[in-house]
């Protein structure tokens, strides 16, 4: 998969995970297990990209002695998602198109 459609893929799937409350590394990362695998390293670069492209803001709680960073998708980040769902129809379309071309192959 073309690099760049995956990193807009994770960015995507990251923000939908935060959409209805604020989350933390480990739950995102158990969140969206059932969907993409996602390390450790890899999520949090995402974070990083996503907070410095105002799309979440981040607040840290002390949680059992130690801190953790909480994530919360701002207006940026829902316009980010919506953008997505209208080039997602797009895309979709592009792949009709090279399934039916398949199709008349055979």
Not at 18 to 41: A, M, Q, R, W
Request: with cysteine; proline share 1%.
């Amino acid at each position: 998969m073309d690099v760049q459609l995956k990193r807009g893929l994770l960015d995507v799937c990251v923000l939908t995970a935060i959409k209805n409350e604020d989350s933390y590394g480990y739950k995102i990362i158990k969140d969206l297990k059932p969907y993409v695998e996602l390390s450790e390293s890899t999520l949090y670069t995402i974070l990083k990209r996503l907070e410095t492209g105002s799309m979440l803001t981040v607040r840290s709680v002390e949680h059992d002695g130690r801190l953790r960073k909480y994530y919360r998708i701002t207006a940026m980040g829902l316009k980010r998602i919506e953008e997505f769902k209208e080039e997602w129809e797009k895309v979709l379309a592009i792949y009709q198109f090279v399934i039916k071309g398949d199709k008349e192959n055979d």
